[in-house]
Structure formats: structure tokens, C-alpha cells
């Protein structure tokens, strides 16, 4: 929708959203704004938090250990994500609409819910382990909870769908005649799939890449239940500094990092792919 009309003057239709528009102004713009000023004047005017926060071992780990946890979350839910698509995408009218209501459901369940009933689950006396021992797999319970482990497999069950949605709309919109011609010319079915098939849908998995990161980048309940304090992500140690041990300065820094890696991402995938492809 263009802002103004031919003869110049202002689309009245901007009206409408004049109201939404203050109240992200007002409500979002300007607490992000304090967040700014506060990473560089609290407790003193500079750079001192941003320094500390490149410099000193703790920061430095979170951050890796929020990279290395984000990076392997996303790898296997784009892969997870991919399969289920490609079975909706070929599957029956009916069977895709019964897929698409299995990947939709568990976006409708809190978060809290799906992580205690994976630390219910993972425990050491809770079904998993006790399925791999009984069939002999392992003689003594797992560790599977409050480590790295146990905060990938959260994360990657409930970014799944995020993974699965941006994808599938992708493969919907391959030209079925396009995989036909390839077939009518000799390639084979493997063939057509790698060579012709899986580069259509790139741009899907790349959006759906950048999509699984940035809500990745941003895990808060999930690394706290399924870490059990072992692991320290970014949003949980902006937490820990503002509300334990009242460091706002320190946390808005922790903050602005976040908020400059997800505005990077999102940037990225508006020049390669595009916001509307990407986003669906």
C-alpha cells in the first residue's frame, strides 16, 4: 500500500493503523530506546558493558554456548522440518490435512507444559531411560536432562513447526510440470529429486533456517527447566543480571547483542529469499 496517493496527499487508509502504529512507538520503541542508553551508561557512561561483555570468560561462554546450542537446534529441526514438509507436500488432500493439524497443535500448547513433559520424560526414571534399559541398551540411566542434551531435544520439538510451515509453502509452489519435464528426459528419480527438486526448495530451507535461529536466539524457559541450571543461555543471563544481581547496564548490553544478532538474521534473509517468501 503506497503512502500517499497520485495527487501526493496521504492514503486515508493510514488512519486506520495511526492508533497501532503510536502504540508501537510508544510501547516498543521507546523502553528499546532505554534498553540503548542504559548498555552505555549504566553503571558508567561508555562501552565499559559491551567491553566486559567480549572480554570476561562468563559472558564469553554464554555466548558461545547460545551460538553452538542454536546452531545444532536449527541443523536437525531444518532437517526434521524438511522431511515432514516433503510428506505433506506429496502426500493426499486428506493425509496433508491431518499433517498439517499434527504440526499445528503443538504450536497451541505452553511451552512450559511441553518442557516439563520432556524433563518428565528424559529423567532418570522416566520413560526413555527406562525403555533403554529394559531392551538392554544401557545398563544405568542416561543422562538426558540438565545438559546440553536435554535443552537441543526441547528446543528442536517445539521449533519443528517453525521449520516445517516456511518450507512446505515452498514446495507448494514447485511446478509439478517442471519435475515431470525432468523425468520425460531421462533423469531418474533421484536425479530429478537432487538436481531439480531440492534446489527449488532452498529458498524455503534457508528462510526456515534463519526463522529456527532467531527464535532460538531468544529460549528462556526451556534451557532453564531442561539446563536445570547447567546451562546458561543468552536471554536467561540477561534475566539473571536484571532481576538477581542488578546489573541493568550489563543486561541491557546482553540485550542489544541479542536484539543486533536477530536484526542481522532477519536482514540476511530480506536480501536472499525476501520477507514475504520467507515468512510465508
Not at 493426499?92 to 497443535?105: I, T
Not at 520425460?184 to 531440492?198: E, H, K, N, P, Q
Not at 531468544?218 to 532481576?243: C, K
Amino acid at each position: 500500500m503506497a503512502a500517499r496517493d497520485a495527487r501526493g496527499r496521504l492514503d486515508p487508509y493510514w488512519w486506520f493503523v495511526a492508533p497501532i502504529l503510536l502504540i508501537v512507538v510508544f510501547l516498543y520503541l521507546l523502553p528499546l530506546g532505554n534498553v540503548l542508553l542504559l548498555s552505555v551508561t549504566d553503571p558508567d557512561l561508555g562501552f565499559g558493558n559491551y567491553e566486559r561483555l567480549a572480554t570476561a570468560a562468563g559472558p564469553v561462554r554464554v555466548l558461545l554456548t547460545t551460538l553452538r546450542i542454536c546452531a545444532i537446534t536449527t541443523v536437525f529441526a531444518v532437517g526434521l522440518g524438511f522431511v515432514v514438509a516433503y510428506a505433506m507436500a506429496n502426500a493426499g488432500e486428506r493425509h496433508q490435512k491431518l499433517l498439517l493439524v499434527a504440526v499445528l497443535v503443538p504450536l497451541w500448547i505452553s511451552v512450559l507444559v511441553r518442557a516439563f513433559s520432556w524433563l518428565i520424560l528424559l529423567r532418570d526414571q522416566g520413560l526413555v531411560n527406562q525403555w533403554l534399559m529394559a531392551v538392554g541398551i544401557t545398563d544405568e540411566p542416561l543422562p538426558l536432562v540438565r545438559n546440553e542434551l536435554g535443552v537441543i531435544i526441547g528446543m528442536v520439538h517445539y521449533l519443528i513447526p517453525y521449520a516445517v510451515l516456511p518450507i512446505f509453502a515452498v514446495m507448494k509452489g514447485i511446478d509439478p510440470r517442471v519435475l515431470a519435464a525432468s523425468r520425460s528426459l531421462g533423469a531418474g528419480a533421484s536425479t530429478t529429486f537432487l538436481r531439480v527438486y531440492l534446489p527449488l526448495t532452498l529458498p524455503g530451507a534457508f528462510a526456515a533456517t534463519v526463522i529456527v535461529f532467531v527464535f532460538a536466539l531468544g529460549f528462556y524457559v526451556t534451557p532453564a527447566i531442561l539446563g536445570g541450571g547447567r546451562v546458561v543461555m543468552l536471554a536467561e543471563s540477561v534475566s539473571v543480571a536484571i532481576l538477581q544481581t542488578v546489573r541493568w547496564g550489563f543486561g541491557a548490553a546482553q540485550s542489544v547483542v541479542l536484539l543486533l544478532l536477530t536484526l542481522a538474521l532477519i536482514g540476511i534473509m530480506a536480501r536472499t529469499v525476501g520477507l514475504k517468501k520467507g515468512l510465508g
